[in-house]
């Protein structure tokens, strides 16, 4: 053993961080990012922006993030139609900050998280980094969950902290509002609804859900549907009393003042880059219709990305798919790939790889 890595904490020891390939290749549909780069408009304005800000940059931001939190609030109110404010809004560097605080703030040492697997690795990663003892429960066949059995599950284990994922990453799934009341309804702690792909789904938000259920939290991103990966903004929607909680974990000033002028230039073209959505949207079902015809199985996707297999060796196709250009993600499921919708060229591309010999049913 390394003397850096005696040092470390127990807990830690051995393990792998997060890490999806970052790989030079012409086409990534890897991350799950929107393929749309933002618009000449939309980077004058936010150039703007961050130009005043700058003129401010030997002052610290505004710790509240007052404006951005308004601005989010409103976002969600007209989506949803759930009357919110700034009180019940919180902001981070991205979603994942959001959700290291939740559990910084209710799960910790002596503390148990759940999720559903297969799930989004970084619930289990930002648990364990948190000291938070992780729980992966199991779903039913096609990686369905139904009210009775999700809430008789989380009722067992009394958890600190239950993530739920909808739609869920990296299935495409998404939640019925049932199964996440019946889930809040046995659970003892926190419901976290991870929203990450809320604005490609069908299905009504869990937000809906917020009023009376103080105990439920809904996560959100910039970094998907809106185009805003490379910002690092993050955000929730919950009761005033757990927003408050957070801010006894949160580091001062958190959220940057050039951060916080880009999510604001970002939400005043909202309309523009949610118009990108639908096209979006488009190309997934190019992928899931063009999958299928090959003979694989695809699971019904809500969300920017389809999963699909059922290769033997689901480590070689994801090979000879980067062997002609495409990076696609391997997230660890045997026998399964996951696939970003891009632009229309960069899914005929990947289509034209699986065709390739790739597609074949081993
Ligand atoms: C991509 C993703 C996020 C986004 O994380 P950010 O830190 O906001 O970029 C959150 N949850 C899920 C399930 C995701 O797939």
């Known amino acids: 053993m390394g003397e850096i890595e005696s040092l470390l904490r127990d807990d830690l020891r051995g393990r792998t961080p997060y890490g999806a390939p970052q790989l030079d290749v012409p086409v990534r549909l890897n991350t799950n990012e929107n393929p749309h780069a933002p618009s000449a408009a939309l980077v ?41 404010g700034a009180r019940e809004v919180w902001a981070a560097n991205g979603s994942n900050e959001v959700i290291q605080q939740l559990l910084q703030a209710f799960g910790g040492p002596g503390r148990t998280a759940v999720g559903f697997d297969p799930t989004y690795s970084m619930h289990r990663l930002i648990s364990e980094a948190t000291g938070t003892r992780w729980l992966g429960l199991e779903r039913l066949a096609g990686f369905r969950l139904e009210p009775e059995q999700a809430a008789l599950v989380v009722r067992e284990h009394r958890p600190d902290v239950v993530f739920l994922c909808s739609p869920n990453n990296p299935t495409g799934t998404a939640l019925d509002l049932d199964v996440v009341e019946a889930v809040h309804d046995q659970a003892p702690g926190l419901v976290v609804v991870d929203e990450a792909y809320a604005e490609f789904a069908t299905r009504p938000s869990a937000v809906t859900l917020l009023d009376g259920r103080p105990r439920l939290v809904v996560t959100r991103t910039m970094s998907k549907a809106f185009a805003l990966a490379g910002a690092r903004v993050g955000y929730l929607a919950a009761d005033p009393d757990v927003v408050d909680a957070l801010h006894l974990v949160r580091l001062p000033y958190h959220l940057s003042a050039t951060t916080q002028a880009a999510a604001l230039a970002a939400l005043a073209h909202t309309d523009e880059l949610l118009a990108t959505v639908q096209t979006v949207k488009e190309q997934r079902d190019r992928l899931v219709d063009g999958l299928r015809a090959m003979g694989l199985e695809v699971v019904d996707s809500d969300a920017n990305f389809v999963l699909f297999g059922e290769f033997g060796d689901q480590r070689s196709t994801w090979q000879g798919l980067l062997d002609r250009g495409v990076l696609v993600r391997d997230v660890g499921l045997p026998g399964w790939l996951r696939v970003t919708a891009g632009t229309e060229d960069e899914v005929t591309a990947f289509l034209d790889a699986m065709r390739d010999g790739l597609g074949e049913v081993p």
């Open 44 to 84: 004058a304005d936010l150039a703007d922006r961050v130009v005043e800000a700058a003129r401010l940059l030997n002052r610290y931001p505004d710790r509240e993030a007052v404006a951005l939190r308004t601005g989010l609030a409103t976002y969600l109110s007209t989506t949803t139609g759930v009357e919110l």
